[in-house]
């Protein structure tokens, strides 16, 4: 799986957007980006996930560059529960053994 | 409501006494697997399993032992526990036909060997 760089901590007021941003660039073709984030303690939970495009679904937007070297997470509208960890993961769709790797993350604090 | 859980979520044991710690998924899923998580070294993958009778070994697997007789269960044993694996123990699941290879955590359960 490629390495991933995301900054240790960010800060984002309640309401405002959150841009969380992420670095691949040794990123091979076939590999996917996703992003996962953890609430203190609990079991990480899916956001999204893209290949090429930009996705959106009801939780945040993906947006990849067109190298694919980086991408960047939105919140579009951060509230207090948003605060967590958020990791950023690129693998190969459906490789054999589907275990994720779990970098440091990032650890986004939205305060009111 | 789709959901992995697991049980106990708090356990305090003694070196050597045998524990097991269970995992349940509702949602017919193929795919489960154990992760410990730790403070600076993120999580890890202990074992994992494909399918029923079909166990295979993560990244950290020593100490441990799994056994997938049901499809919906995934229970981790540590036979004779030990210190270095108190820990935050998540269990996972994902289903073959999912194309996002989106992954069901369940809640952890926290254990501390003494």
């Known amino acids: 799986d490629a390495k991933t760089t995301q900054p240790t901590s960010m800060d984002c007021a309640e309401g405002r957007a959150a841009n969380l941003p992420c670095n691949h660039s040794t990123i091979s073709g076939n590999e996917y980006v996703y992003w996962y984030r953890q609430i203190h303690s609990q079991g990480p939970q899916y956001i999204i996930h893209g290949l090429k495009n930009n996705e959106t679904n009801e939780m945040a937007s993906l947006i990849i560059t067109e190298d694919r070297k980086s991408s960047t997470l939105i919140l579009p509208h951060a509230t207090l529960r948003d605060t967590a960890v958020y990791y950023c993961i690129v693998r190969v769709l459906n490789q054999a053994g589907t275990a994720l790797i779990f970098g440091k993350g990032t650890t986004l604090s939205v305060s009111s | 409501e789709a959901q992995v859980t697991q049980n106990p979520r708090y356990l305090i044991t003694v070196t050597g006494k045998k524990l097991t710690v269970t995992c349940s998924q509702n949602m017919n899923h193929e795919y489960m697997s154990w992760y410990r998580q730790d403070p600076g070294l993120g999580l890890r993958q202990i074992y994992y399993s494909m399918n029923v009778e079909v166990t295979d070994k993560g990244d950290v697997p020593e100490g441990y032992k799994v056994s997938r007789k049901e499809k919906r269960n995934f229970p981790l044993i540590l036979e004779s526990p030990s210190p270095n694996q108190t820990s935050l123990y998540f269990c996972?699941?994902?289903?073959?036909?999912?194309?996002?290879?989106?992954?069901?955590f369940g809640p952890g359960t926290r254990l501390t060997v003494t």
């Open positions: 996972a699941s994902r289903g073959d036909a999912s194309p996002s290879y989106e992954q069901y």
